[in-house]
C-alpha cells in the first residue's frame, strides 16, 4: 500500500544524488580554436555561438553580399564588432555605414538589421547576461504628490548553505542591489559621524538566517535584517542591522536610510585594494579548515570591508 510512495521517495532522492553527481563548476578560462571560429556558416544558420558564460555570451554572424538579416530584437544588451565586410546597419530609427572596425551597442528589445550587405560582413556580437534597470523615478518629473513608480533592477546574492543527503543543516543569504562605484562616495566611507548608507541601490539590502550567527563578534539571532552602513568616529565603519518589521512600520524606503536608527552594530575591518570594484560586491566564504566559520566582504571602489562569520549550523 505504501510501496509506491517509497518507491517515488527513493527514486526522487536517486535523482537529486545524480543531478549533485553530474554538477560541474563553471570554467575560470575557456579557448576558442581559430579552426572552430571560421567554420563554414550557411544563409541559413549564420550564427556561431563561441563562448557561453554565465555573464555573457560571444559569438559570430556572417551575413553574405546582398544577403538579407532575418535576425529578430533580442532580449539582452549587446555590441557588434564588424571583423570585415560592409553594408547598413539600421538600429531604432537610425541607419548607419558600417565597415571593418566599427562597433555598435544596441539595448535590449531595439529592432534593428543589417542591409544593402555591398561585401560578406563578419561580425563578432557578445550578448550581456546583465539585467537592465528601468531607473523608477529616473526620466519623470518630481512629483507633487504620493506617486507609484514601478522599477526593476538586477541584485545580487551571496549564500552559504549545508547540505547533505536530503538535509540542510541551516543557511545564511545576502541579497543586495549593485550601484556602480562613483568617486563621490569616498567621501561616505571617509568621513566620521556622517549619515547612514543604504548599501546597496534601490530595495534594502536584506540578510536572512535559519541559524544563529556571530558576525565581527557579534550575536545576530535566526531571522530577516535589513542591512545599511555607518561611520562613527573612532570606532570606523560598521555595518548595522535593523528589524524590518519597525522599518515596515515606519514605511521607510531604502532611500531613507538616514532617518533609521537602533539595530545590531558589526564592527568592520577596511582594506584598500589596488583593483576597484566597479558594482558592489558582498562575499560569503566558507574557512577550508573550519566549516562553521567564514568571513563576510564587502566590496565597493577600492575599499575592502570585512568581518568574521561564525555559524551554528543544527
Given at each position: 500500500m505504501h510501496l509506491p510512495s517509497v518507491t517515488a521517495s527513493l527514486f526522487a532522492l536517486l535523482v537529486m544524488g545524480v543531478a549533485f553527481g553530474q554538477s560541474k563548476p563553471e570554467p575560470l578560462?575557456?579557448?576558442?580554436?581559430?579552426?572552430?571560429?571560421?567554420?563554414?556558416?550557411?544563409?541559413?544558420?549564420?550564427?556561431?555561438?563561441?563562448?557561453?558564460?554565465?555573464?555573457?555570451?560571444?559569438?559570430?554572424?556572417?551575413?553574405?553580399?546582398?544577403?538579407?538579416?532575418?535576425?529578430?530584437?533580442?532580449?539582452?544588451?549587446?555590441?557588434?564588432?564588424?571583423?570585415a565586410g560592409r553594408g547598413k546597419?539600421?538600429?531604432?530609427?537610425?541607419?548607419?555605414?558600417?565597415?571593418?572596425?566599427?562597433?555598435?551597442?544596441?539595448?535590449?528589445?531595439?529592432?534593428?538589421?543589417?542591409?544593402?550587405?555591398?561585401?560578406?560582413?563578419?561580425?563578432?556580437?557578445?550578448?550581456?547576461?546583465?539585467?537592465?534597470?528601468?531607473?523608477?523615478?529616473a526620466g519623470h518629473a518630481p512629483p507633487t504628490e504620493q506617486t507609484p513608480y514601478p522599477e526593476t533592477s538586477q541584485r545580487g546574492n551571496a549564500r552559504i548553505f549545508y547540505w547533505f543527503g536530503s538535509d540542510s543543516a541551516g543557511q545564511v543569504a545576502i541579497d543586495f542591489g549593485q550601484p556602480r562605484w562613483q568617486a563621490a562616495f569616498d567621501k561616505f566611507l571617509d568621513t566620521a559621524n556622517g549619515p547612514r548608507w543604504r548599501l546597496g541601490e534601490n530595495f534594502w539590502t536584506v540578510l536572512d538566517t535559519n541559524m544563529a550567527l556571530q558576525l565581527g563578534g557579534v550575536d545576530v539571532g535566526i531571522g530577516q535584517y535589513y542591512a545599511v552602513l555607518q561611520n562613527v568616529g573612532k570606532a570606523g565603519l560598521q555595518l548595522v542591522l535593523l528589524?524590518?518589521?519597525?522599518?515596515?512600520?515606519?514605511?521607510?524606503?531604502?532611500?531613507?536610510?538616514?532617518?533609521?536608527?537602533?539595530?545590531?552594530?558589526?564592527?568592520?575591518?577596511?582594506q584598500h585594494e589596488e583593483r576597484a570594484a566597479t558594482r558592489l560586491a558582498i562575499e560569503l566564504e566558507v574557512d577550508a579548515k573550519q566549516r562553521d566559520q567564514g568571513t563576510l566582504t564587502i566590496r565597493f571602489g577600492q575599499h575592502r570591508l570585512t568581518a568574521p562569520l561564525r555559524m551554528s549550523p543544527h
Open positions: 578560462v575557456e579557448w576558442v580554436s581559430a579552426a572552430k571560429a571560421a567554420a563554414p556558416v550557411n544563409a541559413d544558420s549564420p550564427w556561431m555561438q563561441l563562448i557561453q558564460a554565465p555573464t555573457l555570451t560571444a559569438g559570430r554572424y556572417r551575413l553574405a553580399k546582398a544577403g538579407t538579416d532575418r535576425q529578430q530584437p533580442h532580449d539582452r544588451d549587446e555590441v557588434y564588432y564588424v571583423v546597419c539600421t538600429a531604432g530609427d537610425e541607419t548607419r555605414d558600417v565597415g571593418a572596425g566599427d562597433a555598435v551597442f544596441i539595448a535590449a528589445g531595439v529592432e534593428h538589421r543589417f542591409h544593402d550587405i555591398g561585401a560578406d560582413l563578419d561580425l563578432l556580437v557578445f550578448f550581456s547576461s546583465a539585467q537592465r534597470s528601468t531607473g523608477g523615478m528589524d524590518p518589521q519597525r522599518v515596515r512600520t515606519r514605511r521607510l524606503d531604502a532611500y531613507q536610510a538616514a532617518e533609521t536608527d537602533g539595530g545590531i552594530v558589526i564592527p568592520l575591518q577596511i
